[in-house]
Structures are given as C-alpha cells and as structure tokens.
Nanobody, 114 residues
Framework: QVELVQSGGGLVQAGGSLRLSCAASESGFNTMGWYRQAPGKQREWVATYYSTDTTAYADSVKGRFTISRDNAKNTVSLQMNSLKPEDTAVYYC??????????WGQGTQVTVSS
C-alpha cells in the first residue's frame, strides 16, 4: 500500500505564498498531481507532473502555481504564489502508479485571507 504524506499549507494573506509537498512511500509513480476542494464545491484538478517531466495546470492557477518533482525524495511540491481568497481549499496530492491505481494524500488546508 502506497502512502502519500503531505506537508505545508496554512493561513496566508492574499498575495502571499505557500508551498505544499507530498512524499510518496515508494518510487516509480507515473504521474503525481494536486487537487483541491473548497467548501460546498466538488474536488477540482490543480496541476500534474507527468513521468515525461512535463507539467499541466488548471487555467485558474496558471502563472501563479508551479509543480515540481524531486525523484531522489519521491516528492512532488506545489509552490503557490500570488494567492487569492478563492484558492482557499483543502489540497490533496494524488499519485498514479501503473497497473496499481491512484493513491491520495491526507489533505492539507490552505486558507487565504483577503
């Protein structure tokens, strides 16, 4: 069973920055991404880091968020800059392992005050 442990997050004022990290207990995941869920809303995709070393971002965070990967530490991070109140949500990391499925982190609260 793969375990994903998230760290980071917290409370920040609008315009500030936060960094989230997600460490996997195993190497070899194909993709790892970040999702978020705001109160009363469905979970939405935020960003993905692919095994091809390419990245993709939701339009709402493009240019403000950066996803990166540290293969030596089996970690993917999300640097969030120019945060807005609408970025407030619980953020989840997810890792896709070929033929094994998708695993989720425990969730991390990000709150952006106006």
């Amino acid at each position: 069973q793969v375990e994903l442990v998230q760290s980071g997050g917290g409370l920040v004022q609008a315009g500030g920055s936060l960094r989230l990290s997600c460490a996997a207990s195993e190497s070899g995941f194909n993709t790892m991404g970040w999702y978020r869920q705001a109160p009363g809303k469905q979970r939405e995709w935020v960003a993905t880091y692919y095994s091809t070393d390419t990245t993709a971002y939701a339009d709402s965070v493009k240019g403000r968020f950066t996803i990166s990967r540290d293969n030596a530490k089996n970690t993917v991070s999300l640097q969030m800059n120019s945060l807005k109140p609408e970025d407030t949500a619980v953020y989840y990391c997810a890792a896709l392992f070929f033929r094994r499925g998708t695993y989720w982190g425990q969730g991390t609260q990000v709150t952006v005050s106006s």
